[in-house]
């Protein structure tokens, strides 16, 4: 189990050197960086208001899993953290996170490469007051090991914001299990949906991408030591175009299984035009707040 597990983390460690968030582009000015970030952040609209990266002033921030420095940028410019550091299993992430911090006058922020086969965090006990993790834990090989290695750092006033991978999305119900299983066959339609689902997000070879619903990441939350609360969704982009052009035509095939016609059937639309589930945004990204228990 622990030989299997050592070698699933190199695995990981491994996809997210050759792969990451920004496809390793380059900038030549803060302005160019800038422009990225917000762009980015628009493919997922009201993603800052779910994980802002202002009001962290005077704060010790840790980024987990900060990837290439996307939202180290986000840090550096919005916010006056007392110390602002990244980990990452990327040592090409973390290099490339290097040089566009600098563009941003960040040459001080700490980056740090852990051990993929090491759970335990280079800090100690009680270290920071801020966590944020934007789509890393739907990633890592043991869940259980990163949250009570996030409990651990935080200290009993600190708080974590993490994005994960939402069950009850558009993405699953919609663009997996219709788009890319029936309509395009581009996975085999007899697969089940989250074995689909982890084929489609970061490409069809990364080695884990699960996905959650609320209730089943507040289960993993508790064990580790949190009271989970759910702060919200965000709805990409991606996921409206889908809903635009295919949301019936997948109701109406009967090679769509029961579950999802029944999830799109009962989306209803706000005045923005976002769907909602149960009077939840039916987006990717799910966003809950950790809160270190007694």
Not at 147 to 160: F, K, M, Q, T
Not at 187 to 202: G, M, Q
């Amino acid at each position: 189990m622990k030989s299997s597990l050592a070698a699933l983390s190199r695995s990981v460690a491994s996809y997210w050197t050759s792969h990451n968030v920004t496809a390793h582009k380059t900038f030549g000015s803060r302005e160019e960086s800038l422009d990225y970030f917000h762009w980015r952040c628009d493919q997922y609209p009201g993603y800052l208001d779910l994980m802002p990266v202002a009001g962290v002033d005077g704060m010790d921030v840790l980024d987990y899993g900060c990837g290439p420095g996307h939202d180290l940028v986000g840090f550096l410019e919005y916010s006056k953290p007392r110390r602002l550091i990244g980990v990452d299993v990327s040592r090409s992430s973390l290099a490339e996170a290097k040089g566009r911090l600098e563009l941003h006058g960040g040459e001080s922020t700490d980056l740090r490469l852990i051990d993929p086969n090491e759970s335990e965090l280079p800090f100690p006990d009680a270290s920071f007051d801020y966590v944020h993790s934007s789509g890393v834990l739907h990633h890592v090989p043991d869940l259980q090991a990163s949250l009570r290695e996030i409990r651990r750092v935080l200290r009993p006033s600190g708080r974590a914001r993490v994005m994960v991978y939402n069950f009850n999305s558009l993405w699953t119900h919609l663009y997996v299990a219709y788009t890319l299983q029936i309509r395009n066959k581009t996975i085999t339609a007899d697969l089940p949906v989250r074995e689909a689902f982890k084929r489609s997000t970061d490409g069809p070879d990364c080695p884990i991408a699960n996905c959650y619903t609320a209730e089943e990441f507040g289960r993993e939350a508790a064990a580790a030591g949190f009271d989970c609360r759910p702060v919200g969704v965000a709805v990409s982009l991606h996921e409206l175009q889908q809903l635009q052009q295919f949301r019936f035509e997948a109701c109406m095939d009967p090679a769509l299984r029961r579950e999802h016609r029944e999830f799109l059937l009962a989306l209803t639309l706000d005045g923005r035009g976002t769907p909602h589930f149960e009077g939840v945004p039916a987006g990717i990204d799910l966003v809950l707040e950790l809160l270190p228990r007694e």
